[in-house]
T-cell receptor, first 114, second 110 residues
Framework: EAGVVQSPRYKIIEKKQPVAFWCNPI?????LYWYRQNLGQGPELLIR????????DSQLPKDRFSAERLKGVDSTLKIQPAELGDSAVYLC????????????FGPGTRLLVL | GQQLNQSPQSMFIQEGEDVSMNCTSS?????WLWYKQDPGEGPVLLIA?????ELTSNGRLTAQFGITRKDSFLNISASIPSDVGIYFC??????????FGKGTMLLVSP
């Protein structure tokens, strides 16, 4: 069974540029999560989707971050414009419908903003 | 927001030694999880705990859900070089999102 797929794996951009990350969850998983992991820290939730609905986006900086999961499968996380402090690893995870179920993480996208 | 205090921050041990790490919180959780993250990869679930006092093993790993529901412990017995990585605890209240600790970096010398 294929795991959570993320691309790109690495991205280097200059500040003020836009950037987008893509995630394909495990087949059949209704719940999708985007996390940000700063260096030396644990993952912190940005947004959680149940199918195509964003049910928890309270930690998403909405002035520059946006996300979508139009057909309830793949998801895209966008930053526009990027700032130096956005440098981090962006992790996508998915789980079954019940929120108690195990979250499976993708390998992450490592973003460096110069 | 909620915070989990994970200790130690890092450990450097000899192969074959046992390892203990713990996680504490000022809040009560009804689920405790332990993940391992290898360099360049996402976290992988090791053990999930759902009841206070629960003791669960996964091979050489054993984790416990503290009686107070505010802490959890992870033990690794007879460590091997492939145990190297960062171990994260994570807690959940009800159906809320996971809160992660800052991680314990484990280095194992052959």
């Amino acid at each position: 069974e294929a795991g959570v797929v993320q691309s790109p794996r690495y991205k280097i951009i200059e500040k003020k540029q836009p950037v987008a990350f893509w995630c394909n969850p495990i087949s059949g998983h209704n719940t999708l999560y985007w996390y940000r992991q700063n260096l030396g820290q644990g993952p912190e939730l940005l947004i959680r989707y149940e199918n195509e609905e964003a049910v928890d986006d309270s930690q998403l900086p909405k002035d520059r971050f946006s996300a979508e999961r139009l057909k309830g499968v793949d998801s895209t996380l966008k930053i526009q414009p990027a700032e130096l402090g956005d440098s981090a690893v962006y992790l996508c995870a998915s789980s079954g419908l019940a929120s108690q179920e195990t979250q499976y993480f993708g390998p992450g996208t490592r973003l460096l903003v110069l | 927001g909620q915070q989990l205090n994970q200790s130690p921050q890092s450990m450097f041990i000899q192969e074959g030694e046992d390892v203990s790490m713990n996680c504490t919180s000022s809040s009560i959780f009804n689920t405790w999880l332990w993940y391992k993250q290898d360099p360049g990869e996402g976290p992988v679930l090791l053990i999930a705990l759902y009841k206070a006092g629960e003791l669960t093993s996964n091979g050489r790993l054993t984790a416990q859900f503290g009686i107070t529901r505010k802490d959890s412990f992870l033990n690794i017995s007879a460590s091997i070089p492939s145990d190297v990585g960062i171990y994260f605890c994570a807690g959940r209240q009800g159906y809320s999102t996971l809160t992660f600790g800052k991680g314990t970096m484990l280095l194992v010398s052959p």
